[in-house]
């Protein structure tokens, strides 16, 4: 399929496998392991890399990767050569409006669009930070530390990473494990640390005087407390308690960012490009947000150095204005597939090269793979 600028011979799907330093705990259930799909177009003029940021189960949303495979496989990578009659795309930009004929699955399309993008502006020399509208070339870099076994856990690993400079933390939360870790947290490293915590939907608005108790802590925010389509609720609560509520899961689009935004359900927006379509529907949403006044801030799926750097570029924009979750590449992975990221006086660097500026490392690469499967576009 030629576009505009580039000749694209075809797609190639590749599973890799990677441990994590430690078990990650959530409100939703513990990883041990990062089961990924990456996506690599291959072009006359240059490659491209798309990282899928479904994990194994369908638990952080209804998306999983053997899902976002199959779609990519039967769907979205046959409607990009479709589009235009047959025409095919002739841009990245192109792919949001190629894919849209099929529903949901976000987090597949993202990669997509990710791989689109990533070899159309290395094929133009262009970065991708500068194509996203990037005003800095370091972003502040926070870490999200999981749950934990006891809350002298908590304080060692909270300890650690303040150690090693992260910029701000952020404390997994669910029922049972909320008010005494923020307390124990603030009582031992003071009130100066930036400290938020994220619910994962763990909550309801029953438990809105028990959330209460959270106020005196000076949090930079509660990330999601409620159900992902208790929109109303988020709005309620944010009556009731004086920690601003910021939205995760809840927002899909930036449509759903406009009616949230509307509605009072949140006054900041944890922007995650898989969570929404791409990279630049990302956009989009931080420029709705940077016109309500409404802060937002890049979060984490546990990415390899791929997505991390397309994150990195997209917390350089403007609007970006708390800290996010673009932690080093050592937070989750001894070994990451790029050029490791690492913390530089509480920042990560923002990558400079064309695209995103950084490709796997074949030999590493090729160690965690576990499946590639070739998809020809004609
Ligand atoms: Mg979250």
Redesign the pocket.
Known sequence: MTTQGLTIRGIELRRIRLPLVSPFRTSFGTQVERDLLLLRVETDEAEGWGECVAAEDPLYSSEYVDASADVLRRFLIPALSAHRGGAGIASAVDVGQALAPVKGHRMAKAALEMAVLDAELRALGRPLSRELGAVVDRVPSGVSVGIQDSVPQLLDAVGGYLDEGYARIKLKIEPGWDVEPVRAVRERFGDDVLLQV?A?TAYTLRDARHLARLDPFDLLLI??PLEEEDVLGHAELARRIRTPVCL??SIVSAQTAAAAITLGACSII?IKPGRVGGYLEARRIHDLAVAHGVAVWC?GMLETGIGRAANAALAALPGFTLPGDVSASGRFYATDITEPFVLDDGQIAVPTGPGLGVTPLPAILDEVTTATEWIPLG
């Open positions: 994220d994962n990330e999601q995760d899961e944890n979060g």
